[in-house]
């Protein structure tokens, strides 16, 4: 739905300097602030001190409300995040939580001070509370931010604010996630900034507003005063470290430590070359009945010391998955934070000011309001980032120095699944509700030199963590059959993807049906590609077993163990819908893992052994994946092994179309080349010219950038299984689109150098040569 409605755009937040921002304050809002020669006197162990001190502020809030909190989300997951801000609200610390929310905490600071500086008015012991996406704060209405202003001798010094993702907060669907939804108004509603807290008071009457949309009241409302016991916690711990140090000394040190890590960031990219990446996503349905795919398209640009992301192309908003601009924000944080800062303070105000973002209003990541985005963060925004991640990987591996830094993407989404139902366990029943959280054991991309961490989380939230599952099935009545890792869900590659896991569970302890609300993606095309050739992680599958009682199975003595020992029969969840699971029924969730680097044919044999006998590998995936043959005992079969893989290169060879042009190209001396990534090395032209691309294993020359346009490389398009065991779903379960396995190959030695699933019309930007220049 791309309508605006009028008057709508007043909530449209969008970052402000702070000579913006002053042209909307009252002259009874005085700021505290410093000059640059204050900024610059302070001395290198003040600084550290006093820096490391606030980062130790921000900590200690993330204590706070962790320990205040009763919701899994935030004890368990560490779905939250917090910071503080300068006296504009630029974000000078963050946490190392959900990272995504640093995309959007300062945009609430700056609408606050635009649009709440006169009335209300901004005063000490104020705190605001703001569920409105397009706003900021968070990146869909379940994530709520409560922030305050903090005064020093009456001046507006700073601010500091927590943030966490609420389990329900009201509209249709169970968990505010409503699968059919069209519009915003079949969701949580937004909620623009108000003032909870007035003179250090909560007001009740906000409060009960607030709770009496939840179905979980008494969670929401304790969320509530967690978060307000975090600010207050930062609030005391700021004012004591400006009683020890001064006033202007602590803001002189915020202030440089976003100036340090925007002058890091733009040292490191200066080192690298000038160039355009390119990435294409898509997220499979869009609504409950929606069988589209809906792409998000990217050209990432580098120049000197700054960066532009360019979503130009993207598909227009639909259904339920769309995010905000804070979503599209936070989804490039997600990815530029341990990708291109890992090794930089996570100063964010500084940061954020090396890129610019480049989006059509009324598109799947930059939608405009009424649009439906309760699937924000873990739909288009999570892959925005995915697809930030696969640029700036691209760039990064072309540098020695700082291709450590690459990695293949990630579990690509979050497999969401909400339960509720009566708990009939005491005396009365009961309502729960709960998000299964166990996908949060998402699989890690490989790197250059290292497979992905298997089950080691999510990219967004470096801190997560699984629920402990006997505590699941004390807080609600449900027992779990198994969780555990699965084999192949790593995407095969010279270096292996991180495996994912699944969940079973019945429901126990109730008798009568939950209600099921599946979202997700992912489950027709790639979502967590490889790079450099290494194939994509396996596809998602969500199954729920009907008529059966899986508790029979227990009377006969079976510990059911697979899907094919319950019986019954299988229902395929779809991406987006609201359905049910009985007493005695299954559900079943198989969630991504990561995509794989390097062609997995030039994984070592030995690595694969031993994946086999870890059980990260099948022995299909061993062979058809890897061309690694196993002896009677188990162990490698050398000879085995060299034959499988020349057979699996001739298959290569006989399926493949050579572009026209490549068979002209001779071998070349790569003596002087310079690395582009795993498989190819850019050289320079006899005349001097832009240069010669070739592969990096047999010198074959695969373009002349001053004649081509594109890689001469060999094609193949097959069905998705030809990737591999890793494909547990059938596309055509979930979507109209043809979808294909698509592989591109060195025509000289038949190294893969491209492997993903896409649908037909995928562009291939693994083909083009433009990315090359610089």
Known sequence: MSMTIPGSEVYASRPQSPEE????????????????????????????????????????MGEALKRMSGSPIVTDANDFDFAIGDEFGQEVQVGLYNTMLVGAVDLAVYWTLQHRATNPGIAEGDMFLCNDPWVGGGLHQNDVIVYQPVFHDGQLFAWTSAICHEPDLGGVGLGSFSPAAQDVFSESLPTPPVKVVRGFELQDDIADLWTRRSRVPMLVGLDLRAKIGANNVGRTRLHEVIERYGADTVKAVMKRMMADSESRLRSKLTELPDG????????????????????????????????????????????VINCTYAGMRGGVMLALLPILANDIPWSAGGLMRCFDLVAEEGTINNATFPAAVSRGPIGPAWLTGTLVAECLSQMLDRSVDLGKSVQASCCGTWDTAVIAGL????????????????????????????????????????????????????????????????????????????????????????????????????????????????????????????????????????????????????????????TYVAPGEVLYMHWQGGGGYGDPLSRAPQAVVDDLRSGKVSPEAAEKSYGVRVDAGGGLDEAGTRQLRRELLEQRRSRSVIDEGASGYPVLDLAGGRRIDDNLVQLPAADGGVGLVACAHCGQQLADAAHDDRLRLAAFDGVPGEAGPQVTSDHANYVDDDVVFRQFCCPGCWTALYSSIVPVGHPDHARQIAVLAG
């Open 423 to 578: 708990d009939e366990r005491g005396a009365q029943p009961v309502p729960f509700l709960n998000i299964l959280m166990e996908p949060m054991a998402g699989g890690y991309g490989a790197r250059p030199t290292v497979d992905g961490m298997d089950t080691g989380g999510l990219f967004c939230i470096p801190m997560g963590r699984i629920p402990d599952t006997e505590m699941s099935e004390f807080l609600y009545p449900m027992l779990v059959l198994w969780r555990r890792e699965e084999a192949d869900s790593g995407g095969p590659g010279r270096q292996r993807g991180g495996v994912s896991a699944s969940l079973a569970m019945t429901p126990l302890g109730t008798s009568v049906p939950m209600g099921l609300v599946f979202a997700s993606a992912g489950k027709a095309v790639s979502q967590n590609n490889g790079l450099s050739g290494g194939y994509p992680g396996n596809t998602g599958l969500d199954v729920l077993v009907r008529d059966v009682n899986v508790l029979d199975r227990f009377a006969e003595g079976t510990m059911p163990v697979g899907l094919d020992a319950i019986g019954g029969r299988v229902e395929i969840g779809q991406n987006y819908s609201q």
């Open 276 to 319: 355009t990446w390119k990435a294409t996503g898509y997220q499979d349905q869009s609504h409950e009945g929606d069988r589209s795919l809906h792409k998000i398209t990217l050209a990432m640009t580098k120049a000197g010391d700054h960066l532009t992301f360019d979503f130009t192309g993207t598909d227009p908003q639909a259904g």
């Open 21 to 60: 921002l002053q042209k909307h304050l009252p002259a009874s809002l005085r700021m505290h602030t410093v000059t640059q020669e204050q900024i610059d006197a302070v001395d290198a162990l003040t600084y550290e001190v006093v820096r490391h001190r606030l980062w130790s502020v921000t900590e200690e």
